[in-house]
């Protein structure tokens, strides 16, 4: 009877991992495929061979590049080399990225760049929030852009544990956008969810429009089991009118991995793409 219960036991313990495993890999789209949308003339960016994870465009068209994110279980082409911010002027013709040198006095060996986003103040005093993670630990670097020799001057680390803002606000394993209210007193309340079948990263706003830019994961697991003959593909989707009760989604670019891998950002600039990923290298594309 004792073996009988133990065989019973083991068996539905088994049945609850496979259950497990299968949510688990729903939940990273283990399964997905996509076919290739591509757009027109575009070209890799030469310089940036580690990742574009995040982006931040100004409205002069000057777009801020975070490359060289380690996470763990993540591939990473430089393991050893630190993070670094690119900066490209996308008014230009040719727009090529510039590595941003960073003041003495801050530790460049463990730089980790994760999300960025810029503040612009009434001086148009230009700084740059660097969200860092030093030895997997989190925290916000505080510099100050300087256009006149393309460097950044390192003001101060934030560190909290209520670092988080968020208007839109992706769930990439839900597979979901959700809309967030800000109110005068800085609450956030609910307004609502947009269902997708990606797992969302990064999020960009068009100025302009409104409308939402996110870099995606059609197969999350190629991400984390990292394989050079089945490479994580790449997707970009557009989100329009999303307060609407009938948003508009439109998947705009996705390649399955031989040109760009594990997408991560997408933000515009004046009817041109900048297509970020989280190791691999950065797209920019006319629209």
Not at 76 to 98: C, H
Not at 132 to 144: A, I, T, Y
Not at 170 to 197: F, G, I, P, Y
């Amino acid at each position: 009877m004792g073996k009988l219960l133990a065989v019973a036991l083991v068996g539905i313990a088994a049945a609850l991992a496979a259950e497990r495993l299968l949510a688990f890999r729903n939940r990273f789209n283990a399964s997905r495929e996509v076919a290739p949308v591509s757009l027109p003339n575009c070209r890799l960016i030469k310089g940036i061979e580690a990742g574009s994870e995040d982006i931040d465009i100004l409205p002069n068209g000057l777009a801020f590049i975070s490359s060289g994110l380690k996470y763990p279980g993540l591939k990473s082409f430089a393991p050893d080399k630190p993070g670094e911010i690119f900066l490209m002027d996308l008014t230009e013709d040719n727009p090529r990225a510039v590595e941003l040198r960073i003041s003495r006095g801050f530790d460049l060996a463990s730089f980790n760049p994760h999300g960025i986003s810029t503040y612009i103040d009434r001086d148009d005093t230009v700084y740059l929030f660097v969200v860092n993670h030093p030895h997997q630990k989190s925290m916000v670097e505080l510099f100050k852009f300087v256009e006149d020799d393309n460097s950044l001057v390192h003001l101060k680390t934030i560190q909290h544990d209520l670092l988080t803002r968020y208007v839109y606000i992706a769930d990439a394993l839900d597979h979901n956008v959700h809309v967030m209210e800000k109110h005068a007193n800085w609450s956030l309340t609910h307004v609502k969810t947009l269902q997708l079948d990606t797992l969302v990263d990064n999020l960009s706003i068009d100025p302009h429009t409104g409308d939402i830019w996110a870099g995606c994961h059609p197969n999350g697991m190629k991400l984390f089991y990292y394989d050079p003959e089945n490479l994580p593909a790449s997707e970009v989707l557009r989100i329009q009118h999303i307060l609407s009760e009938q948003p508009v989604v439109t998947r705009v670019y996705s390649d399955n991995g031989s040109v760009l891998q594990g997408s991560s950002v997408a933000s515009i600039y004046d009817g041109k793409l900048l297509i970020g990923t989280v190791f691999h290298r950065a797209l920019y594309c006319d629209l």
